[in-house]
């Protein structure tokens, strides 16, 4: 489930497409391009991804283009047609900068999927994307459904640039994060490191999965290979699997150092796939040195906040929400709600804060405004900055593993929108929203001298076991939180 990749660049990356074939045709590209520089920003530039999990997506896995010349995106991915799978141009349309670093994007697309793409009246709005030009984009994509239901549904996206297969002759560390999965409640991966290395077109990924606060979870060594296919140069997993229904992954290694896999739930079976989870990873190379994390919190951030068990009880889908980072910290007015919210349930009314955050944290959270029944996720900075209720916490970074951070905790405040609507976070036996803190894992990489952040929370284990909805359930309450630093 990911996206793309290739823009036309200089003849090296050219090279590159004789490796390519029509349709879903695949060659073995055993052949590893020498990297190429990432193209400036008034280039087309060429992403492979696709949709998290999302109830009422239609997005498919595929191929993302940002022509930054004309300031235009377009979506192309493989359909099941009468005439079999054939490429199509699913989505297109229009993005421009905001003040505050985000892209805004204006959508054109096939209701129902693979129909002819036309415009919208007006465009669609409300889709956001955050770029590292040549190395990869998060981004949240709308669509109506099949049916054109009158409220867009999110369907948010990781996407990093493939520009050529993997060339590692000594094993190269990755760090990852695991997708949350509103359908995904059992015990698996939270995150994990991952060696890889390749011989040839093989791609051997060895992986030690873990689970948050638990010990390690069983390792596994699977060998992949990479193929350079519509999409571009993609290791798939089972090893020659490209087009074939037993597919489990598609994994995208960018020269850049990010890492994106789609996960094929439908071919699974019970198989963890190839980094343990059983769901998509987003990733990012291990460091050569332990990370300065008092640089990493006083920088700034734009991203996404995820979670998938978000009830839709608005206008506007609140699964997945553009939001920031490091504009605010703990002393900041704007968060001062949050933080009375925290000391009061921390040792004292529902006891749902186990302890305040550290040194070592973030301090932001959603662009969302709600007027009447209306609610409106908006970075552009028109309805005012970004909401302070969230708290990322880092903690400790492991001593093994550079930039990985293996006992973060996510705060909430009361102040932050209920998770679900039809499963509050409410005090016991009240309707009061109470803010919470519970375990999670984080992974911070650069990439093009840029940080990146990447947080899980567990899906198996809840939030914490001391929080409950107003009939004393436990709710699972997974989320993910992805960051990339601003230049400006």
Same mark, same amino acid.
């Given at each position: 489930m990911r996206e793309g990749r290739r823009a036309l660049k200089n003849l090296s990356s050219m090279l590159l497409v004789l490796c390519a074939v029509m349709a879903l045709g695949f060659v073995g590209c055993g052949v590893t391009a020498t990297p190429v520089t990432p193209p400036a920003a008034n280039q087309v530039n060429s992403y492979f991804g696709s949709p998290f999990s999302v109830t009422g997506s239609d997005l498919p896995t595929s191929v993302s283009k940002f022509d930054h010349s004309v300031s235009q995106i377009?979506?192309?991915? @493989?359909?099941?047609?009468?005439?079999?799978? =054939?490429?199509? !141009?699913?989505?297109?349309?229009?993005?421009?900068?905001?003040?505050?670093? @985000?892209?805004?994007?204006? !959508?054109?697309?096939?209701?129902?999927?693979?129909? =002819?793409?036309?415009?919208?009246?007006?465009?669609?709005?409300?889709?956001w994307a955050v770029e590292i030009p040549g190395a990869g984009v998060l981004a949240n994509?709308?669509?109506?459904?099949?049916?054109?239901?009158?409220?867009?549904?999110?369907?948010?996206?990781?996407?990093? !640039?493939?520009?050529?297969?993997?060339? @590692?002759?000594?094993?190269?560390? @990755?760090?990852?994060?695991?997708?949350?999965?509103?359908?995904?409640?059992?015990?698996?991966?939270?995150?994990? =490191?991952?060696?890889?290395?390749?011989?040839?077109?093989?791609?051997?990924?060895?992986?030690?999965?873990?689970s948050i606060g638990l010990p390690a979870l069983t390792a596994s060594t699977v060998t992949g290979g990479c193929s350079d296919v519509f999409y571009g140069p993609l290791t798939a997993y089972p090893l020659n699997s490209f087009g074939t229904t037993g597919n489990l992954e598609l994994i995208a290694i960018g020269d850049s150092g990010l890492l994106v896999s789609s996960f094929v739930s439908s071919g699974s079976g019970a198989s963890p796939g190839a980094f343990g989870g059983g769901t998509g990873v987003i990733g990012?190379?291990?460091?050569?040195?332990?990370?300065?994390?008092?640089?990493?919190v006083s920088g700034k951030y734009n991203g996404f906040i995820y979670a998938p068990q978000n009830a839709v009880s608005a206008s506007y889908d609140i699964t997945d929400l553009a939001s920031a980072f490091g504009d605010n910290t703990a002393g900041s007015q704007a968060c001062s709600t949050l933080q009375s919210s925290l000391a009061a349930n921390n040792g004292q009314g529902a006891k749902t804060v186990a302890a305040l955050p550290s040194a070592n944290s973030l301090y932001g959270g959603e662009f969302l405004t709600t007027t009447g029944s209306v609610t409106v996720n908006d970075p552009t900075g028109a309805n005012g900055s970004e909401n302070c209720d969230v708290v990322i916490d880092l903690g400790i970074e492991d001593s093994a593993n550079n930039g990985l951070f293996p006992n973060a905790t996510v705060f909430i405040g009361s102040n932050y929108p209920p998770f679900s609507a039809a499963n509050p976070w409410n005090c016991f036996g009240t309707t009061q929203v109470c803010a919470v803190s519970f375990p999670a894992a984080a992974v911070v990489g650069k990439v093009q001298g840029q940080y990146v952040i990447f947080v899980v929370t567990s899906a198996a284990s809840n939030p914490a076991a001391q929080l409950p909805n107003s009939q004393g359930n436990a709710v699972a309450q997974p989320v993910g939180i992805y960051l990339f630093q601003k230049t400006q």
């Amino acid at each position: 489930m990911r996206e793309g990749r290739r823009a036309l660049k200089n003849l090296s990356s050219m090279l590159l497409v004789l490796c390519a074939v029509m349709a879903l045709g695949f060659v073995g590209c055993g052949v590893t391009a020498t990297p190429v520089t990432p193209p400036a920003a008034n280039q087309v530039n060429s992403y492979f991804g696709s949709p998290f999990s999302v109830t009422g997506s239609d997005l498919p896995t595929s191929v993302s283009k940002f022509d930054h010349s004309v300031s235009q995106i377009s979506v192309t991915a @493989f359909i099941t047609t009468t005439a079999g799978r =054939v490429p199509a !141009e699913i989505l297109n349309g229009t993005f421009g900068p905001s003040p505050t670093g @985000f892209l805004s994007i204006t !959508e054109n697309f096939a209701t129902p999927l693979g129909g =002819v793409i036309s415009p919208q009246n007006p465009a669609l709005t409300g889709a956001w994307a955050v770029e590292i030009p040549g190395a990869g984009v998060l981004a949240n994509f709308l669509n109506k459904g099949s049916a054109g239901g009158a409220r867009p549904s999110a369907a948010p996206v990781a996407m990093a !640039e493939d520009a050529a297969c993997p060339n @590692f002759q000594h094993s190269a560390p @990755f760090l990852y994060v695991t997708v949350p999965n509103a359908a995904v409640t059992s015990n698996s991966a939270d995150y994990g =490191v991952v060696g890889i290395t390749t011989q040839g077109s093989a791609v051997t990924l060895g992986a030690q999965p873990y689970s948050i606060g638990l010990p390690a979870l069983t390792a596994s060594t699977v060998t992949g290979g990479c193929s350079d296919v519509f999409y571009g140069p993609l290791t798939a997993y089972p090893l020659n699997s490209f087009g074939t229904t037993g597919n489990l992954e598609l994994i995208a290694i960018g020269d850049s150092g990010l890492l994106v896999s789609s996960f094929v739930s439908s071919g699974s079976g019970a198989s963890p796939g190839a980094f343990g989870g059983g769901t998509g990873v987003i990733g990012t190379a291990g460091l050569s040195s332990p990370v300065d994390v008092g640089a990493v919190v006083s920088g700034k951030y734009n991203g996404f906040i995820y979670a998938p068990q978000n009830a839709v009880s608005a206008s506007y889908d609140i699964t997945d929400l553009a939001s920031a980072f490091g504009d605010n910290t703990a002393g900041s007015q704007a968060c001062s709600t949050l933080q009375s919210s925290l000391a009061a349930n921390n040792g004292q009314g529902a006891k749902t804060v186990a302890a305040l955050p550290s040194a070592n944290s973030l301090y932001g959270g959603e662009f969302l405004t709600t007027t009447g029944s209306v609610t409106v996720n908006d970075p552009t900075g028109a309805n005012g900055s970004e909401n302070c209720d969230v708290v990322i916490d880092l903690g400790i970074e492991d001593s093994a593993n550079n930039g990985l951070f293996p006992n973060a905790t996510v705060f909430i405040g009361s102040n932050y929108p209920p998770f679900s609507a039809a499963n509050p976070w409410n005090c016991f036996g009240t309707t009061q929203v109470c803010a919470v803190s519970f375990p999670a894992a984080a992974v911070v990489g650069k990439v093009q001298g840029q940080y990146v952040i990447f947080v899980v929370t567990s899906a198996a284990s809840n939030p914490a076991a001391q929080l409950p909805n107003s009939q004393g359930n436990a709710v699972a309450q997974p989320v993910g939180i992805y960051l990339f630093q601003k230049t400006q």
